[in-house]
């Protein structure tokens, strides 16, 4: 079985650029999940989907972040216009029960915005 | 929103010891407790978790308890081995809310 695919692993912006991230969770999970990790604030929800529905969007990444599920296999993380505090390790994670279940997590994308 | 915090930010165990992790959350509404494991230069991967209908888990070395009256949950490693060395979080939820995790203990067994 495969597991959670993210691409790019390593992305490298200009400031003021527009980045997409992309996932594909694990065949056949409901749940979705990003979630932004640095050494100082950990990791912090950006978006939960269930069955491709936006569940929770986390309330201080609103204005420039935007993810997206286009289908049950394929969601995107849209960062516009990216800022050097941007700089961090986006993590996608699925799971396959309604949310109080197991998380399976991609390797992550970093992303670095000088 | 939920609010998770744990406690020991590094911990140094000898092989062979015991490890304890401690955690608290501040929403009496979460009901779902899961410890995530992530090794050096990888990502998170599930280890143990534990429900609010019950206090105590164990899986082989690792034992959850979870004290709903203080808000409080933690992790037990016994008999550590090199292996268990990592950065260990824990998380708190309840349903349709995604996980908040803690901001992660970075375990080191010495030998």
């Known amino acids: 079985d495969a597991g959670v695919t993210q691409t790019p692993r390593h992305e490298v912006a200009e400031k003021g650029q527009t980045i997409i991230l992309k996932c594909e969770p694990v065949?056949?999970?409901?749940?979705l999940f990003w979630y932004r990790q640095t050494k100082i604030q950990g990791l912090e929800l950006l978006s939960y989907?269930?069955?491709?529905?936006?569940?929770?969007d986390g309330g201080a990444f609103k204005d420039r972040f935007k993810a997206e599920m286009l289908n049950s296999s394929f969601s995107t993380l849209k960062i516009q216009p990216t800022e050097p505090k941007d700089s961090a390790v986006y993590l996608c994670?699925?799971?396959?029960?309604?949310?109080?279940?197991?998380?399976?997590f991609g390797e992550g994308s970093k992303l670095t915005v000088l | 929103g939920e609010k998770v915090e744990q406690h020991e930010s590094t911990l140094s165990v000898r092989e062979g010891d015991s490890a304890v992790i401690n955690c608290t959350y501040t929403d009496t509404a979460s009901s779902y407790f899961p410890w995530y494991k992530q090794e050096a230069g990888k990502s998170l991967h599930f280890v143990i978790d534990?429900?609010?209908?019950?206090d105590r888990k164990q899986s082989q070395r690792l034992t959850v308890l979870l004290d709903k009256k203080a808000k409080r949950f933690s992790l037990h490693i016994t008999a550590t081995q090199p292996e268990d060395s990592a950065i260990y979080f824990c998380a708190a939820s309840h349903y349709a809310q995604g996980l908040t995790f803690g901001l992660g203990t970075r375990v080191s067994v010495f030998p």
């Open positions: 534990i429900r609010s209908n019950v």
């Open positions: 065949s056949g999970h409901n749940d």
């Open positions: 994670a699925s799971s396959p029960v309604q949310n109080t279940g197991q998380l399976y």
């Open positions: 989907f269930r069955s491709k529905s936006l569940m929770e």
